[in-house]
């Protein structure tokens, strides 16, 4: 993704996807009780756009406005359908640029409790797919390919992180030898025992079973975390969100933890899986109610604590 070429789609959709938005809902501008936008975090340009035009559209129509926060809002994405969870769950929020278990013990305060060190999950699935040769994005693709494979083919290290936090870095590493030496080992070693074309060979031959492998390291990597927060708080209201959550092998998974550990479980439609505006739309809702509104001064940023 190119932030210059992203903002600048950003600049010519805006206004067409505004109107689209309004008369699908059958709604004018005027039936509007506040607008609300991303602040943070992500592409600075394409969050700059946004925010500006929402400023804009508040200052000409005379509404409040409403900051929120991509991550919290992906979270919260599991109170727009019914059923959704009661107070207090645990989220489990997995996309390209973020892992974490949050703590949810109201719509304005919600925790994070673990997080990744270093990459996230669906950086792991994305830049495994690019050493197998898929195109981007990846992680959907691998996941079509590991629903015709063997998911204990292959074996992948857990990283041993204390606590609840996640480390997907090791396991990039892990792979990438283990391709590079056409299966042979996932150890580290100074010259590889496959050349090219025999690594070529190898995934081509055994790509159902080297995605449903991955997938499934990846996967247990999440739920074996999830679990254990599960266990420290003695919360049994578990919610799965983010892009990640759209993966048919997660949300398997997912469930069926969640009947073994009896949990109540949740998850979005896919659709508000990805990133999309109900999902900032619902959270808007809920400060609209707490009056949390923000100032026509308000800047975006690329990063944002919670």
């Excluded at 010519?12 to 602040?39: E, M, W, Y």
């Excluded at 278990?101 to 060190?117: A, D, H, K, M, R």
């Amino acid at each position: 993704m190119v932030p210059e070429l992203a903002s600048r789609a950003h600049m010519q959709h805006i206004v067409p996807v505004v109107d689209v938005a309004l008369k699908t809902a059958g709604c004018s501008l005027n039936d509007l009780d506040a607008i609300a936008f991303t602040r943070s975090p992500g592409l600075i340009g394409s969050l700059l756009v946004g925010t500006q035009f929402a400023k804009s559209l508040a200052l000409a129509l005379d509404k409040p406005l409403i900051a929120v926060h991509h991550m919290q809002a992906h979270v919260l994405a599991n109170l727009i359908g019914d059923p959704k969870p009661a107070f207090p769950f645990l989220c489990l929020t997995v996309s390209g640029g973020h892992t974490q278990i949050v703590l949810c013990e109201s719509p304005g305060q919600l925790t994070v409790i673990g997080e990744t060190i270093d990459d996230a999950a669906g950086e792991a699935f994305d830049k495994t797919a690019k050493l197998l040769g898929l195109p981007y994005p990846g992680g959907p693709l691998i996941d079509k390919y590991a629903a015709t494979g063997n998911p204990n083919r292959f074996k992948f290290p857990e990283p041993q992180i204390a606590g609840l936090d996640f480390s997907f870095s090791g396991l990039k590493t892990s792979i990438l030898y283990f391709l590079k030496n056409a299966g042979e080992s996932n150890i580290y070693k100074e010259e590889f025992l496959a050349g090219e074309d025999e690594q070529k060979r190898f995934i081509e031959d055994n790509l159902a079973d080297i995605c449903a492998s991955v997938q499934n390291r990846i996967v247990s990597i999440l739920l074996n975390k999830l679990r254990k927060a599960a266990n420290q708080t003695g919360i049994n209201q578990v919610c799965l969100s983010g892009g990640v959550s759209a993966n048919s092998g997660l949300r398997k998974a997912f469930t069926e933890m969640g009947l073994k550990e009896n949990w109540k479980t949740y998850i979005p439609e896919f659709q508000y899986c990805t990133d999309n505006a109900g999902m900032i739309a619902i959270t808007a809702y809920y400060k609209f109610l707490a009056g949390d509104f923000s100032e026509l001064n308000v800047s975006p940023t690329a990063r944002a604590e919670w």
